[in-house]
């Protein structure tokens, strides 16, 4: 054997690669012992075969290849599939090179071979683990979100939810800092970044923060990041995120609950000590009455006035049950605007009313009707320093609801104040307690029904009124 063999002999088994020299057709001309370890042939029986580590089906495969080297073209690195000779396989990262004479022809190819088996299982075990993740993920009922370097790679169906989002992809790509506001930015960032530097599966306690929807629209959540590897085999922040809209609104039913609470004992304790006064001075009036003492009649009627607030304010403190009885709407709405029409004349407000025909009867506490009526009118006028014409109309809704509107011309009331209308002591007026429209809510919903405010600065406030007309036998 010349130097030269022994060179390229040696060169060929130094390798920790399979080598197989074959010519044109195929035909194996010479291997290296690596290649006889991974395919299981000896040198011997395995020269003079045509592409015997191929599997028939990619043997066609390997001749486009060969010809293409023939043609120029780069040489190929690729995956593919290999045989044994006990008819088992694996998977092999092949290199194919041309091999020329003197001439420059292409005489044979030399292919390089290297086991990929590990790596393969290695792969599609961590694409399984990846699948039954992703797959853990998108059936949990909590938002959550996959983020790499701010960068959103899964949501959940939950958080496409909770972001009014049609399907997942829509938000793949984006930045997980575009769903904050512009101001909290900085914090996200830093926790964040808190979280990646930390030890993986270290996460960060929830905070209450704004988010923004697809739509533009920002809610109340709680956010917790945690810092993933093992389930991907990538680094990735997993992000979970809360709704707290509803929890918002337990938490402010319940301030407003203890609000109420507060000002029902207040109003019990004002109630009581003004009562005991007020009979004292009701029976020295009535003395008075008997010597026929001037205005003895006009200080009763303001004193039956202030017990019939006190006991407004004794209802509020503590609702009791009262009687129902069926009241012709259009009698009350009537009786209401007769008390109101000298207040009206004050303010140059006159008060037009369009009833439809065959108004139906309400079950209903007339007196506590008569009080939202009042109210409502009152405020109405209110509005209007300039005088104006107030609107009122009753009417059947589908025959189960009667629906008494009150539109007037006056101020208007702004978006942010209309939604905090009702609750106690939120007022517009310069003097008022905020506890009237209060009232008032409470003692139509008592009855079933609905009480409604619609309002535009400079263009006035829309009050609607809706009690049902049948099985309207509620108590409050």
């Given at each position: 054997m010349s130097l030269k063999e022994y060179v390229i002999n040696s060169l060929m088994n130094a390798t920790s690669d399979g080598i197989v020299i074959v010519d044109l057709n195929g035909v194996v001309?010479?291997?290296?012992?690596?290649?006889?370890?991974?395919?299981?042939?000896?040198?011997e029986e395995v020269i003079g075969q045509v592409l015997p580590m191929t599997p028939d089906e990619y043997k066609e495969d390997a001749f486009r290849l060969y010809q293409s080297l023939i043609n120029g073209e780069p040489i190929k690195n690729f995956e593919t599939m290999k045989l044994r000779k006990d008819g088992s396989s694996f998977y092999a990262n092949v290199t194919v090179s041309p091999v020329k004479n003197t001439d420059g022809l292409v005489?044979?190819?030399?292919?390089?071979?290297?086991?990929?088996?590990?790596?393969?299982?290695?792969?599609?075990?961590?694409?399984?683990?990846?699948?039954?993740?992703?797959?853990?993920?998108?059936?949990?009922?909590?938002?959550?979100?996959?983020h790499k370097d701010g960068i959103i790679q899964f949501v959940n169906d939950a958080c496409c939810k909770l972001f009014g989002?049609?399907?997942?992809?829509?938000?793949?790509?984006?930045?997980?800092?575009?769903?904050?506001?512009?101001?909290?930015?900085?914090?996200i960032v830093a926790r964040l970044q808190q979280v990646m530097h930390s030890e993986m599966d270290s996460y960060s306690e929830f905070i209450e923060r704004k988010m923004r929807k697809l739509d533009g629209t920002f809610f109340d959540v709680e956010i917790s990041s945690i810092y993933?590897?093992?389930?991907?085999?990538?680094?990735?922040?997993?992000?979970?995120?809360?709704?707290?809209?509803?929890?918002?609104?337990?938490?402010?039913t319940m301030i407003r609950s203890e609000k109420l609470a507060l000002i029902g004992q207040l109003a019990a304790g004002i109630a009581h000590d003004i009562r005991n006064p007020l009979t004292s001075l009701k029976?020295?009036?009535?003395?008075?009455?008997?010597?026929?003492?001037?205005?003895?009649?006009?200080?009763?009627?303001?004193?039956?006035?202030?017990?019939?607030?006190?006991?407004?304010?004794?209802?509020?403190?503590k609702p009791h049950l009262s009687h129902y009885i069926e009241s012709r709407a259009i009698e009350l709405v009537q009786s209401v605007i007769s008390f109101l029409q000298p207040h009206a004349l004050?303010?140059?407000?006159?008060?037009?009313?369009?009833?439809?025909?065959?108004?139906?009867?309400?079950?209903?506490?007339?007196?506590?009707?008569?009080?939202?009526?009042?109210?409502?009118?009152?405020?109405?006028?209110?509005?209007?320093?300039?005088?104006?014409?107030?609107?009122?109309?009753?009417?059947?809704?589908?025959?189960?609801d009667l629906i008494i509107c009150v539109k007037d011309q006056g101020v208007g009331i702004s978006e942010e104040m209309l939604a905090q209308l009702g609750e106690p002591f939120f007022t517009t007026k310069a003097n008022g307690t905020g506890l009237g429209l209060m009232v008032c809510k409470r003692i139509v919903e008592g009855h079933g029904g609905k009480l409604s405010i619609q309002s535009q600065i400079s263009q006035g406030t829309t009050v609607e009124i809706a009690l049902p007309i049948i099985n309207s036998r509620y108590r409050i």
């Open positions: 001309l010479d291997v290296n012992t690596k290649f006889e370890e991974l395919h299981g042939w000896t040198r005489i044979g190819f030399v292919g390089v071979e290297r086991d990929i088996s590990e790596k393969k299982k290695a792969e599609e075990d961590l694409l399984e683990r990846e699948k039954q993740f992703r797959k853990l993920l998108k059936l949990n009922p909590e938002p959550i979100a996959l989002g049609a399907s997942s992809d829509e938000f793949k790509g984006k930045s997980i800092y575009e769903f904050f506001c512009p101001n909290d930015r900085n914090l993933v590897y093992k389930n991907l085999g990538f680094p990735v922040v997993q992000s979970v995120i809360r709704d707290l809209t509803e929890r918002k609104k337990s938490e402010e029976g020295f009036v009535q003395l008075l009455k008997y010597k026929n003492t001037d205005y003895v009649d006009v200080m009763m009627e303001e004193l039956e006035h202030i017990n019939y607030v006190v006991n407004e304010f004794m209802m509020l403190a004050l303010y140059n407000v006159q008060i037009q009313l369009e009833m439809d025909p065959d108004i139906s009867v309400i079950t209903c506490i007339p007196d506590q009707i008569k009080q939202v009526l009042i109210n409502v009118l009152k405020n109405a006028i209110e509005s209007m320093d300039s005088g104006g014409l107030i609107q009122i109309s009753c009417r059947n809704r589908m025959n189960q």
